[in-house]
């Protein structure tokens, strides 16, 4: 009988993408377990699968026969002193294999770093990878490309504002990593205003950019510049 700490995993894709259910359902996953690194096999009696079933055994060896002719299974069979020992290892259709954490695996986290620090030279570089900050770039990685987010370190580089070249207050990666800052920074709302008149300076009664009011609000509370 199986020991009441013990347990078998039920994966999502197992019923999704596979469609098993009842028998199969259970005698797969208890094997899966088994050889989910790809290297282990189960070597169990069928009495194991029988208790955790509360089946026959030739229930058992009829679900993995079944199991094995629909490609779900892989059965190995070797002869040791005249004994044959069989063993199974679960197989996972290519269209299945864990496509969540392929996604995430892919993810080149360090090169968003590495890009933020090469492209934003005014800003305070990005020295730990932390798992916040990977938690970040993921986030923000389900609705921006990785060229969308160069832009926005583009942008905060060009800046006036943000790079601190006009006020006292530096974007930092977490700032920009942030979603709503990602998103204004890339709508340009921190973009300098260009020169209209002479000097090389803005028109006196040209608009002020969306920076500046948020820079101008924030003396006003404060008394003094430093947050945004």
């Given amino acids: 009988m199986p020991k009441n700490e013990n347990y078998i995993t039920l994966m999502g894709w197992m019923v999704n993408d596979l469609h098993l259910k009842g028998n199969e359902l259970i005698v797969y996953a208890a094997i899966y377990g088994f050889s989910q690194d790809g290297v282990g096999e189960f070597a169990g009696s069928l009495s194991?699968?029988?208790?955790?079933?509360?089946?026959?055994?030739?229930?058992?060896?009829?679900?993995?026969?079944?199991?094995?002719?629909?490609?779900?299974l892989i059965k190995n069979k070797q002869t040791i002193n005249g004994v044959q020992i069989v063993r199974y290892k679960a197989k996972i259709p290519d269209h299945v294999v864990s496509a969540p954490e392929k996604t995430k695996s892919a993810i080149d986290y360090q090169g968003i770093v590495d890009d933020y620090n090469r492209t934003c030279a005014s800003l305070p570089k990005c020295i730990k990878l932390s798992n916040s900050r990977r938690t970040a770039i993921e986030a923000r990685l389900k609705s921006y490309s990785p060229e969308e987010l160069h832009m926005v370190f583009q942008k905060a580089e060009d800046s006036a504002f943000l790079s601190g070249r006009k006020s006292d207050f530096q974007a930092t990666f977490d700032w920009l990593m942030k979603d709503s800052n990602t998103a204004k920074v890339l709508d340009g709302n921190y973009d300098d205003r260009k020169a209209t008149s002479a000097g090389n300076q803005?028109?006196?009664?040209?608009?002020?950019?969306?920076?500046?009011?948020?820079?101008?609000?924030d003396m006003e509370r404060a008394g003094k510049g430093g947050e945004a």
């Fill in 202 to 217: 803005p028109s006196p009664d040209a608009p002020l950019a969306d920076w500046e009011k948020d820079w101008l609000r």
């Fill in 48 to 72: 194991y699968l029988s208790d955790w079933l509360n089946i026959t055994r030739q229930t058992v060896i009829n679900t993995l026969n079944s199991l094995v002719k629909k490609g779900f």
